[in-house]
């Protein structure tokens, strides 16, 4: 195996107990890594599903799905869609806590994505594009460590292997304590992708924010006092 990167520390992980009922999600996101292209077909495709929550007067996000596939277009198409009429948070412990569907899903404007963006809306999906701009994604990653460091990201606890992540789960560990030296890092980018856009939203107040790149400099401020999405197209 590739040695560690050592960029994404995941001694900061939190483990989500399975004994402990799953908290209330305020908002569901699902975030997406069409890798492929003509040149690339195949590379596959990832996705997350990151739910937010408040716990202990922290906002927080939980991861509620993740996957890989090598899927063609077609196929491709129809796994989102099925991705996006599924239902998350459910817990038969707990009858009030209701299971809800994402309230965004979020692809990367490249390749495939481009193609898929413009028809899922078509469909009447809530699909936003994200575009990075000039960053690689290794500058995600280096934008994204200080979130993870926070302690604000939790996973569930495998029930049947107490004290170890929930198994759908480990490819993703495996991943951020391997970049940027894995052979894969598709789901990495999905997870950078989306707690980027959660922070540009707002959806995860964090007490400060390392969002200046090697190429510019990005207005925070501003962009608060004009209360929009930078993704909102």
Known sequence: SPPGGGILKTEHLQMWPADRLLPSF?????????????????????????????WKNR??????????AHLGYPQLRERVIAEWGAQYGADKRDPQ????????????EKGSGISLI?????SGIGARKYNPG???????????????????????????AGGQFISWAEPLVA?????????HDDLVDTVTQGFIYLR???LLELPYVDAVDDEHEVDYALQRAQQRNPYDM
Not at 97 to 108: G, Q, S, T, Y
């Open 134 to 160: 000039k960053m690689d994604k290794l500058a995600r990653a280096h934008q994204f460590a200080p979130m993870l460091e926070m302690d604000v990201f939790y996973i569930p606890e495998s029930k049947k």
């Open 26 to 54: 305020q908002f569901i996101l699902l975030s997406l890594d069409t890798a492929f292209t003509e040149k690339t077909a195949n590379d596959p495709t990832a996705c997350v599903a990151l739910g937010v929550f408040t």
């Open 59 to 68: 906002q927080c996000a939980m991861l509620l799905d993740c996957w890989t």
């Open 118 to 122: 413009q028809d899922l809306r078509g």
């Open 97 to 108: 806590n209701k299971p809800r569907r994402a309230d965004l899903l979020l692809i990367e």
């Open 200 to 202: 540009d939203a707002k």
């Open 175 to 183: 991943q951020l304590e391997k970049f940027p030296n894995a052979t």
